[in-house]
C-alpha cells in the first residue's frame, strides 16, 4: 500500500512538472517578433490573404511558387516585403505560420501548399534561420517534389546533410550576422551540393531578413532593412532565373 501511494506521488508530480514545463514554454512561444511599424506603412497587411494558416502572395498566372519558412518566433508577415516583391515579378509566395512559432515542429508543411496548388509546376522551398533548417528537413525526404532549395541566414544540421541532392542550392548570408555567423555558413559547405550557390549581403545582418525590428544575440546592420531586403529578392530572382 505503501509502494502504491509513493508511485501515484511520483507520477501526480511528474505530471505536474511536465505541465509546468510545457506551460512555460507555451507562453514563451507567444512572444514573437512581429513585422516593423516601418513595414506596415510600406505595405498593407490586412489586404494579405490567409488562408488555413498559410499568407499567400499570389501572381496572376504564376507557374513558379516558393515557399518561405520563417525564423523562430518570427510572425510570417514580417516576411511580407520578400512576398510583395516576388509576386510583383510573377511568382505566387506562401508563407506558412507555424506551430508554436517553430518550424521545426511541421517541416512538412510545403507538402499541403504542394498539394493545394497544382497548377503550380515548379516549386522552390527555403526559408530563414531555423526555417531554413526545417526546409532542409523537407526537401531531404522529398527531393521531387522541388526544384530548389534557399537558405536565409541558414543552413542544414549536420544529421540532415543534402550533399547530393539534385536539386540547385542557394545560401545567402549577412555579413554581421551574429546568430548565422559567416564562420557558420562557411562550415556548412561540407553538407551542401558543391553547386551551392553562396551570396554575401555586405553590412546585412540576421533580423533583416525579415522585417521586425531587433533580434538578441545578432549584430547591428550597416545597411537600412529595405536595402537588404532588396537585395535578398534580387538575388533569389537572378538565381531562380539562371
Not at 52 to 59: E, I, R
Not at 123 to 142: T, V
Amino acid at each position: 500500500m505503501q509502494r502504491r501511494k509513493v508511485l501515484k506521488t511520483a507520477v501526480f508530480s511528474l505530471v505536474a512538472v511536465f505541465v509546468l514545463l510545457f506551460s512555460a514554454f507555451f507562453v514563451w512561444s507567444r512572444f514573437t517578433y512581429e513585422p516593423s511599424n516601418k513595414l506596415k506603412k510600406m505595405i498593407n497587411l490586412d489586404q494579405v490573404e490567409s488562408k488555413n494558416g498559410v499568407y499567400t502572395f499570389q501572381a496572376d498566372g504564376a507557374n513558379t511558387g516558393i515557399i518561405l519558412y520563417p525564423g523562430a518566433k518570427v510572425e510570417p508577415l514580417a516576411y511580407a516585403y520578400i512576398g510583395e516583391k516576388l509576386k510583383q515579378n510573377g511568382y505566387s509566395v506562401f508563407i506558412p505560420r507555424m506551430p508554436f512559432s517553430l518550424a521545426i515542429f511541421n517541416p512538412n508543411q510545403a507538402e499541403r501548399m504542394i498539394t493545394d496548388n497544382s497548377n503550380i509546376d515548379h516549386w522552390y522551398l527555403g526559408g530563414h534561420s531555423l526555417g531554413g533548417a526545417a526546409a532542409a528537413m523537407y526537401a531531404k525526404k522529398h527531393p521531387d517534389k522541388i526544384d530548389g532549395l534557399y537558405f536565409l541566414a541558414s543552413y542544414p544540421s549536420d544529421s540532415q546533410s543534402i550533399k547530393s541532392a539534385p536539386y540547385r542550392v542557394l545560401s545567402i548570408s549577412g555579413e554581421r550576422d551574429g546568430l548565422s555567423t559567416q564562420e557558420k555558413t562557411a562550415a556548412s559547405g561540407k553538407n551542401l551540393p558543391d553547386t551551392t550557390v553562396f551570396e554575401e549581403i555586405k553590412g546585412g545582418n540576421h533580423a533583416q531578413f525579415g522585417m521586425y525590428g531587433e533580434q538578441r544575440g545578432d549584430r547591428p546592420a550597416k545597411i537600412p532593412a529595405v536595402k537588404q531586403q532588396e537585395e535578398i529578392v534580387n538575388v533569389m530572382l537572378d538565381w531562380i532565373k539562371s
